[in-house]
């Protein structure tokens, strides 16, 4: 019988072909080190023993704090061979959010690099329940074990990883928090496994691939797909920052066919790419996602491609991934053009097994589904999605469960808190948060349409539409290197929007000073609520 433990598929890779590299990570002066699957299995199934050993058994809460490393992906297996539940939080969300979601989760178990530790006892609350310890690297004096421990107490045979009763708890993944509190999605092996099989399948990808994965949680899967994992020299918790010529280093030199990163990350390696003529022949497919990707954007990493490879823009959350596709053709060749006369951003037709449902706007928790609840045809509503990898609930937040999850029979439907519509071919089309719609009683403004018109001129790297007292306010961010004064940018501004229905009746516009504030995880969501406590203090919208 086939294993439903998500680490069941790194054996199976392992054994398929056990000397082809799983990890390639930066070991300084230009070098790189690399584990096989065979090793990465055989080390997992020490360190899943080891873990046993000291304590940290089945179903216990494990938070693991550490970068993408050779370290990392070890022990992110053996955590789900010994059937601890683990937990990953971004240190990124800042120290206060994930003091209070460590408090929230209660870890019995901590695996941290030795800054994490010293956090750990500066702040002992929310520790206080934890009974094992592990460093990765040095361990100064707050004792507990070390990676060469496990290693040496799990020894060398073969691991029996635990087996999953159905919906056990495998993890808990924090949220950003960049639209609200972070919470704690819980994760099934279940969810895990079908999570597996429709990137696979909806990306065609093959075992031998090489990846490039920028961000830590989408490199989760890297193994369990067959693929090699390239690291690239980045602090991982700011993506925006990442060196272009390190990314294109790491692409060319190991023969990368895929690499996942963050809009604002692609902005920086196209923008880096294009001025510099660089081409990257080995890719087949870039992906990115965790805000909605400028068409400008688009097209610049594009033209660094080649062949059939185009970027795709998976649409989904944490709570639920994926949920739908498009890939840079489409949109280039034909929804780019809707898109800028206000029709939102089209983020394709749902991936298979997942079911895509418009309802109408509501802010109340809603306990079981009805079809009556469905927004008229082709108007805008709220996104609801089912399907496999839809989580049934977040750790310990019983409100935001109910205000996120709608029963619907056996299945729980999950509100993305975006809004949007399905066209005519079945598309999904987005356009922005709920929680971002400005409603002025007489009309509402959704952010993504208004925004995607103002996008479009040339002195315009970002626009954010704001509520202010009820009233729409909209920022602007200067390109990079613009010049034009800003008295001459707000005109053109106001007669762009005079040109479409969405933004006519628009009359505030400001020019943001420096630039907007964004989200810790991807570097890429415009930080609205701050944007929004700023106008009012500079007295707009009145």
């Known amino acids: 019988m086939t294993s439903t433990n998500i680490a069941s598929h790194l054996p199976a890779m392992a054994k398929l072909d056990p000397k082809r590299p799983a990890i390639i990570a930066p070991s300084g002066n230009g070098q790189w080190k690399s584990m096989s699957f065979g090793e990465l299995d055989a080390l997992s199934d020490a360190y899943a023993r080891g873990l046993q050993q000291i304590g940290i058994t089945r179903g216990m809460r494990t938070v693991l704090l550490a970068p993408p490393s050779l370290e990392f992906f070890p022990l992110v297996f053996a955590l789900f061979k010994a059937g601890a539940v683990m937990v990953l939080i971004d240190p990124g969300i800042g120290r206060k959010a994930l003091l209070e979601c460590l408090e929230e989760v209660q870890p019995e178990a901590f695996i941290g690099v030795p800054k994490a530790h010293l956090a750990r006892l500066l702040f002992r609350k929310p520790f206080r329940k934890v009974k094992a310890v592990v460093t990765i690297g040095k361990r100064w004096f707050w004792g507990g074990h070390t990676l060469e421990d496990l290693q040496r107490l799990g020894g060398t045979e073969p691991f029996q990883m635990s087996e999953p009763k ?84 790491a692409i060319n030199t190991h023969h990368c066919t895929m690499m996942f990163g963050s809009p604002a990350l692609l902005d920086n390696l196209g923008r880096y790419g294009v001025a510099n003529a660089v081409t990257l022949p080995s890719l087949k497919r870039v992906l990115s996602a965790g805000a909605p990707v400028r068409v400008d954007v688009l097209e610049r990493m594009a033209k660094l491609l080649t062949g059939d490879a185009q970027v795709f823009t998976p649409f989904g959350a944490t709570e639920s991934l994926p949920v739908a596709s498009i890939g840079s053709r489409e949109v280039l060749g034909e ?37 009556a609840l469905l927004a008229a045809p082709g108007t805008i509503g709220e996104i609801t999605v089912k399907g496999p990898v839809v989580t049934r609930e977040y750790w310990a937040r019983p409100l935001q469960t109910a205000a996120a999850k709608i029963q619907d029979g056996d299945q729980v439907v999950h509100r993305m808190g975006d809004v949007g519509f399905l066209d005519e071919q079945g598309r999904l089309w987005m356009c922005g948060r709920k929680g971002h719609r400005v409603d002025t009683g007489e009309r509402t403004f959704f952010s993504v349409p208004v925004e995607e018109i103002l996008n479009q001129h040339a002195g315009v790297r970002r626009s954010a539409l704001v509520g202010v007292a009820k009233q729409p306010v909209v920022l602007l961010e200067r390109e990079p290197g613009n010049t034009m004064p800003a008295d001459t940018l ?44 700023w106008a009012t203090e500079q007295g707009l919208g009145r």
């Not at 597996?196 to 691939?209: A, C, H, L, N, S």
Request: contains cysteine; hydrophobic residues 40%.
């Open 490 to 533: 707000l005109t053109e501004i106001r007669a762009l929007a005079a040109k479409f229905e969405v933004t006519k009746d628009l009359t505030q516009f400001h020019v943001f000073p420096g630039s907007f504030p964004v989200d810790a995880r991807h570097n890429a969501k415009i930080e609205r609520e701050k944007l929004s406590v």
């Open 335 to 371: 929804t780019a053009q809707a898109a800028s006369t206000g029709r939102g951003v089209c983020v394709g037709r749902p991936v298979a097994g997942m079911t895509v449902r418009i309802i109408r706007i509501s802010d109340e928790p809603i306990a079981t589904w009805s079809d």
């Open 166 to 249: 159905p919906g056990e708890t495998a993890a808990i993944l924090f949220t950003s928090g960049s639209t609200g509190i972070p919470k704690g999605a819980v994760y099934t092996h279940e969810i895990f496994d079908a999570q597996v099989r429709m990137i696979r399948d909806t990306y065609d990808i093959k075992p031998g691939e090489i990846d490039l994965p920028t961000f830590p949680l989408f490199a989760l899967f890297d193994p369990a797909l067959g693929m090699t994992s390239v690291l690239p020299e980045m602090n991982f918790q700011f993506p925006a920052k990442a060196d272009p010529a390190k990314l294109i280093e």
